[in-house]
């Protein structure tokens, strides 16, 4: 099926519900006058589903908190990812933006297994990673440096503290780079295949607040569209495909899902924990492929070290669902 996604589209507080459809006609005064009872007829069924239409055109005020489950797992020292991967089986690979990265499967006393990255020496640092089929058959990270090129590192997981093998995704006959002028630098960035498709969304620094979004259709980049970041951007965004949705972060832990098809917000929310626990910083986030609507969120808590005046952050890692909310029943 091929994905597109139209440009003509409007911002999160704008709507529409002035237009009557075309199948609508008022009465005229004879008809009113002939017809006094005419309003009274017309069904409870018919009412409730007016009504409801009604309300599907009001955007809802207010996100709903996520009722997240923060996970217990033992991270290496000195390890502060910023980029996190979701992959098969519950697992998540945590990134440092320079190559450093560690493999966790998301139940409570599971030990992640540290990793480094090889060849990506003149990569600089990394803003994007996913994990999962990026050719036929060939399984693997995807990531994207800030600059916007594209590397691939084949093959399955590491064994703890082994090399990942990373090179030019043109060597896997994947683009070079993503669809990015010379000179400009990204905030975040994510590519994936998608339903046989190369997909990309940026985020430039130069303007925090608009994702870009491309698909590669005959050796060639293609824009999809465009699309908002919530509350104006954050310096800690992240960007992840998840099926047909693009799955949005802020650094504030607030959430969104894009569907690439018409580009609806599908779902809208925020971390519980974010409201309760101070010196805590939102990084990437990520769905797992095959598992509905369940996604992961990593973060970084300030913790004291040593001493009081040593202080670090500890990676923490939780898992929640992000579904679209239930349509409220007017009349039951």
Same mark, same amino acid.
């Given at each position: 099926?091929?994905?597109?996604?139209?440009?003509?589209?409007? $911002?999160?507080?704008?709507?529409?519900?002035?237009?009557?459809?075309?199948?609508?006609?008022?009465?005229?005064?004879?008809?009113?006058?002939?017809?006094?009872?005419?309003?009274?007829?017309?069904?409870?069924?018919?009412?409730?589903?007016?009504?409801?239409?009604?309300?599907?055109?009001?955007?809802?005020?207010?996100?709903?908190?996520?009722? &997240?489950?923060?996970?217990?797992?033992?991270?290496?020292?000195?390890?502060?990812?910023?980029?996190?991967?979701?992959?098969?089986?519950?697992?998540?690979?945590?990134?440092?933006?320079?190559?450093? &990265?560690?493999?966790?499967?998301?139940?409570?006393?599971?030990?992640?297994?540290?990793?480094?990255?090889?060849?990506?020496?003149?990569?600089?640092?990394?803003?994007?990673?996913?994990?999962?089929?990026?050719?036929?058959?060939?399984?693997?990270?995807?990531?994207?440096?800030?600059?916007?090129?594209?590397?691939?590192?084949? &093959?399955?997981? /590491?064994?703890?503290?082994?090399?990942?093998?990373?090179?030019?995704?043109?060597?896997?006959?994947?683009? $070079?780079?993503?669809?990015?002028?010379? &000179?400009?630098?990204?905030?975040?960035?994510?590519?994936?295949?998608?339903?046989?498709?190369?997909?990309?969304?940026?985020?430039?620094?130069?303007?925090?607040?608009?994702?870009?979004?491309?698909?590669?259709?005959?050796?060639?980049?293609?824009?999809?569209?465009?699309?908002?970041?919530? $509350?104006?951007?954050?310096?800690?965004?992240?960007?992840?495909?998840?099926?047909?949705?693009?799955?949005?972060?802020?650094?504030?832990? $607030?959430?969104?899902?894009?569907?690439?098809?018409?580009?609806?917000?599908?779902?809208?929310?925020?971390?519980?924990?974010?409201?309760?626990?101070?010196?805590?910083?939102?990084?990437?986030?990520?769905?797992?492929?095959?598992?509905?609507?369940?996604?992961?969120?990593?973060?970084?808590?300030?913790?004291?070290?040593?001493?009081?005046?040593?202080?670090?952050?500890? /990676?923490?890692?939780?898992?929640?669902?992000?579904?679209?909310?239930?349509?409220?029943?007017?009349?039951?």
């Amino acid at each position: 099926e091929q994905m597109a996604w139209h440009e003509e589209k409007r $911002h999160e507080d704008e709507y529409n519900i002035g237009q009557p459809a075309p199948h609508h006609r008022r009465m005229s005064s004879a008809e009113v006058a002939t017809q006094p009872l005419a309003g009274a007829r017309l069904s409870e069924a018919r009412l409730s589903e007016a009504m409801q239409e009604l309300l599907e055109l009001i955007p809802s005020a207010k996100e709903a908190p996520i009722q &997240g489950v923060e996970q217990k797992l033992t991270w290496p020292t000195f390890f502060e990812p910023k980029l996190l991967a979701c992959g098969a089986d519950g697992q998540v690979a945590a990134l440092t933006p320079r190559g450093f &990265g560690a493999i966790a499967t998301l139940k409570d006393g599971a030990a992640a297994e540290a990793f480094k990255l090889s060849g990506l020496s003149k990569a600089g640092p990394l803003v994007g990673a996913s994990w999962g089929r990026h050719l036929v058959g060939d399984e693997g990270l995807l990531l994207v440096s800030k600059v916007g090129a594209l590397f691939s590192c084949p &093959g399955g997981r /590491p064994a703890g503290g082994a090399l990942w093998a990373c090179a030019p995704a043109s060597t896997r006959g994947l683009p $070079h780079a993503l669809p990015v002028a010379e &000179g400009a630098r990204l905030q975040a960035a994510t590519a994936a295949l998608l339903n046989g498709a190369l997909h990309a969304a940026v985020v430039l620094e130069g303007q925090p607040d608009l994702v870009a979004l491309f698909v590669q259709e005959a050796d060639s980049w293609l824009p999809l569209g465009e699309l908002r970041m919530p $509350h104006g951007g954050s310096k800690k965004a992240s960007l992840s495909f998840m099926g047909n949705d693009l799955l949005v972060s802020t650094g504030k832990g $607030h959430m969104l899902r894009h569907n690439l098809l018409d580009g609806t917000v599908v779902a809208s929310a925020f971390h519980d924990l974010a409201q309760n626990i101070e010196e805590l910083a939102w990084h990437a986030a990520c769905g797992f492929e095959g598992q509905g609507t369940r996604v992961a969120h990593l973060s970084l808590r300030k913790v004291s070290s040593m001493s009081p005046s040593m202080l670090g952050w500890q /990676p923490s890692v939780v898992s929640m669902d992000i579904a679209a909310p239930a349509k409220p029943a007017l009349f039951a």
